[in-house]
């Protein structure tokens, strides 16, 4: 049989029914290395992190296997990793970071820090390169969370002095919850604290991330102003509850965002419902709905709901994330699949603007 181009496997592939494996992550670049010979084809195809690899090994075989008749064998290996932003700009504070995520709200007590801690442990487990930024300075509360009570080291060279990231459940993190007292309370002015921020990005050695969190503070200020002047982040998360009183600062939220060319990546409904242990039933405690809503009427994507859980919260106090502890539960499994759908939605910004371009420049394969 004839070589099969790396086109003719783009389009096989683009073919699947999205409800079974969605596929609108993929370009012609996705498809790294391949070789195919007589009756055997081997690829490697580059995934979002979060993609449910196993499942999607088992589809793709199947497609190109009913699509190229005479195909004996096909070997697919798939690479799980973050889609880099393209053209990132000379000079750029964090060079080796591929994408940049801000994990916001716009009101305190919504479950935001849970969220972003268990999302970067998700995308961790499931391959990507991932850091998280407690840049909430006068809450900072990741420490306890992710189960750390240390100080990072500093690196000096002739050139440059380098904190070095505290490392636990996979991911690299700062907060100046490491720097300072357990007790002390942190008395900045606004400037002080952005300025804080800054030095996260810029004074401690990150090397090469698929992904880096910040985990915001609450509200549309000083913070969220100096970061999106600072990086040109990826995009933004807004967490919610499905109340009307936290929808409306939400709204706030994606307003800010999207003022200063910010994508949001998607909502994030926290405490959504409550499944009760003894009878299994479903009862929505806070409402139900308004997530879904409030991402309808702001166009962006939903990226899915948690429920409220006793095991969620005392994950966070013990500092140990429930998709660490409990990666089987329904209640990890929900964070597994918005950590699945933000690597698409991550790629698809990525890939949106130079996806016809690239698919010309590799069309001779």
Not at 92 to 100: D, E, F, R
Not at 110 to 135: M, P, Q
Not at 184 to 200: E, L, N, T
Not at 235 to 245: C, L
Request: charged share 25%.
């Amino acid at each position: 049989m004839t070589d099969i181009t790396k086109s003719e496997i783009l389009s096989t592939l683009k073919k699947l029914d999205k409800k079974d494996v969605n596929t609108d992550f993929l370009i012609l670049n996705s498809i790294k290395e391949y070789d195919s010979k007589e009756d055997k084809l081997s690829l490697t195809i580059s995934v979002p992190a979060g993609v449910p690899v196993d499942k999607m090994k088992e589809t793709f075989t199947e497609a190109l296997k009913n699509e190229f008749g005479d195909l004996r064998k096909v070997d697919i290996k798939l690479e799980s990793k973050g889609i880099p932003q393209k053209n990132p700009p000379q000079g750029a504070i964090l060079p080796g970071v591929k994408n940049t995520i801000a994990v916001a709200s716009g009101k305190g007590g919504v479950g935001k820090s849970t969220v972003a801690v268990n999302l970067a442990v998700a995308l961790a487990k499931k391959g990507a390169k991932v850091g998280i930024i407690d840049a909430d300075i006068y809450g900072p509360s990741i420490p306890l969370m992710l189960g750390i009570n240390k100080k990072p080291q500093v690196f000096q060279s002739r050139e440059t002095m380098k904190m070095i990231p505290l490392v636990n459940y996979g991911i690299k993190i700062i907060s100046i919850g490491f720097l300072i007292d357990d007790n002390a309370p942190v008395i900045w002015r606004g400037p002080m604290a952005s300025g804080a921020v800054k030095q996260f990005m810029t004074d401690v050695d990150w090397d090469e991330l698929d992904y880096l969190v910040f985990d915001m503070p609450p509200g549309t200020g000083d913070i969220q102003l100096t970061l999106v002047q600072t990086i040109p982040l990826t995009g933004a998360v807004i967490v919610t509850t499905p109340q009307e009183v936290s929808l409306v600062d939400a709204r706030k939220a994606v307003k800010m965002f999207s003022r200063v060319n910010v994508p949001i990546l998607g909502i994030v409904e926290n405490m959504s419902y409550f499944i009760a242990p003894d009878t299994g039933k479903k009862y929505d405690i806070f409402g139900s709905g308004g997530g879904l809503g409030l991402a309808k009427s702001t166009e962006t994507p939903f990226l899915g709901g948690i429920p409220i859980d006793p095991r969620i919260r005392i994950g966070g106090d013990k500092g140990i994330p429930i998709v660490y502890d409990m990666p089987d539960s329904e209640q990890a499994e929900a964070i597994f699949n918005i950590a699945r759908n933000l690597g698409e939605q991550v790629t698809k910004r990525n890939s949106q603007s130079d996806s016809e371009v690239e698919i010309i420049l590799d069309s001779d394969d």
